[in-house]
């Protein structure tokens, strides 16, 4: 070699030389001989799967990693790893490799194995002070030394601030599934993508009055709610909705959505045809089973999806039994709980509301049970509980469609007939006696009682009908005692 490519030559090893050292990530050159001496004699004494003969026993991966030798670092390493220098680092690699990452070593071990001349890993290190280090590992047998591994370059990437994020990443998805899944309420996330294009399609036909729309086209609803596509549902929706898993929810949707949940989508459907993508009512559903379920709804479109409305977010919050308790409190709050017919109150609202509405007849048909005073005191209370409650069978089979059974007194009851004449009153006392001894048929005691009715023309009070009929009563609760040999005037 003449003196210029001499001095060429020197030139290049000059120019690696510096870029070695100044290269931005952390450079080793190693040197693999002994490595190679190991896999020579393992291949000597019938090692075939040096995978196989590594993992029966750890220490075989420190021994091979034992016997690599570190020539030469770049200032990078010395800085990533917080080494004083060359010695400092090599003098302390135990720090460095820990255990957990044997097994990625063992993995770059196999690739040399193989013949391959380069390997890659993601593994972890330490730093001398203890710091984790997330990083890449590509190592490269470098030309001209295949034969014996005698240079190795292994480039270290530090990606801990990557892996942290990926790990945070992980970490809220993971939170966040278990806030899905868990959840106390139920939730659906869904696509209404579909729901979207029909409501566009409708304005550029140049539809204004959505609301209108809807009225005149029903089906419109229906086709809507079979194009709300479910996407995932969590645990508890599976519970709420009595399904034995995820498919046979998605297969039963058309039974959730139904009936008395039409009202309440098409109020959904005004609203997001408004604009409205965060909305919440209180709805109906049905368990696959068919019961009722009544729901506050919570729906919200989510972030990044406010254009297509390709996810919704849809909680659900069960409030059946508060609904429940409601109208068992609103019965109550009309009802007689004895017998099960309108109460006093309700009665009373009844008459002004008839008297208002001024349409005409309006029939009334007073009833006293016979003899209850005489069963309470014979049989005591709770039998003439039992008389009344069989009352209250009677008077609520006999009244039907628009007609009002009620209890007005202890023994005292009153059956309101509006949009009736003196011949329907007629026939509803006829109906009482018939209904009267057919209950009669199933019980020791005879329940009997005594009947008037009257009716309110055009310009008379339903008050006033109410005193005629109350009179009737009367003359016909005194014959029957008279009948019975009872007391005269006797009014039990």
């Known amino acids: 070699m003449d003196r210029d490519e001499t001095k060429a030559a020197d030139g290049e090893a000059a120019l690696a030389a510096g870029m070695f050292d100044l290269a931005p990530v952390s450079l080793w050159l190693e040197d693999y001989t002994g490595l190679d001496r190991i896999f020579r004699d393992l291949r000597a004494a019938g090692v075939s799967s040096l995978a196989d003969y590594l993992e029966e026993d750890p220490e075989r991966v ?25 010695d400092d680092l090599t003098g302390n690699l135990d720090r460095v490799f820990r255990a957990e990452s044997l097994a990625t070593h063992a993995r770059e071990l196999v690739q040399l194995w193989e013949g391959k001349t380069r390997f890659f890993s993601q593994t972890v290190n330490y730093t001398l002070s203890g710091k984790r280090l997330d990083v890449e590992v590509t190592g490269n047998v470098l030309p001209g030394h295949e034969a014996d591994m005698s240079r190795v370059l292994v480039v270290v990437q530090d990606v801990t601030e990557r892996e942290a994020a990926r790990r945070r990443l992980m970490e809220s998805e993971r939170n966040a599934r278990g806030l899905f899944e868990f959840s106390p309420v139920s939730l659906w996330v869904e696509d209404f993508s579909t729901i979207r294009r029909l409501l566009q399609e409708l304005r550029d036909r140049g539809i204004t009055d959505f609301r209108t729309f809807l009225d005149v086209h029903e089906e419109f609803i229906l086709r809507c709610m079979h194009e709300i596509r479910v996407l995932d549902v969590n645990d508890y929706t599976l519970k709420l909705f009595r399904a034995r898993d995820r498919e046979a929810l998605l297969a039963g949707t058309g039974e959730i959505f139904r009936d008395r949940m039409r009202h309440h989508f098409k109020e959904q459907l005004v609203e997001l045809w408004d604009g409205k993508l965060h909305q919440q009512r209180e709805v109906v559903n049905y368990t696959l089973t068919g019961e009722e379920l009544y729901l506050h709804l919570q ?5 990044g999806h406010e254009e297509d409305w390709t996810r919704v977010l849809v909680a659900l919050t ?58 309470n005191d014979a049989l005591g209370h709770q039998a003439g509980d039992a008389l009344l409650r069989r009352m209250g069978e009677v008077l609520g089979k006999a009244a039907s469609g628009g007609q009002f059974a009620c209890r007005i007194g202890g023994d005292e009851f009153a059956i309101l007939l509006p949009d009736t004449d003196e011949r329907g009153a007629e026939m509803m006392i006829v109906q009482l006696e018939e209904l009267l001894a057919i209950n009669n048929q199933f019980y020791g005691t005879p329940l009997t009682a005594a009947m008037g009715h009257a009716t309110a023309r055009d310009g008379m009070r339903l008050e006033l009908a109410i005193r005629h009929a109350d009179r009737a009563m009367y003359e016909a609760k005194k014959a029957y005692y008279l009948d019975n040999a009872e007391p005269r005037g006797a009014r039990l």
């Open 62 to 86: 420190r021994a091979c990693a034992a016997s690599l030798r570190v020539l030469r670092v770049n200032p990078r390493t010395l800085e990533l790893f917080e080494a004083k220098g060359l």
């Open 318 to 375: 069960d409030i059946t039994a508060r609904k429940k308790a409601e109208a068992y409190l609103e019965f109550l709050g009309k009802h007689d709980e004895l017998t099960k017919l309108y109460n006093r109150s309700f009665y009373a609202d009844e008459i002004n509301r008839l008297d208002r509405r001024g349409r005409h007849p309006v029939s009334v048909v007073i009833i006293d049970l016979n003899g209850l005073k005489e069963i």
């Open 299 to 303: 729906f919200s479109t989510m972030p």
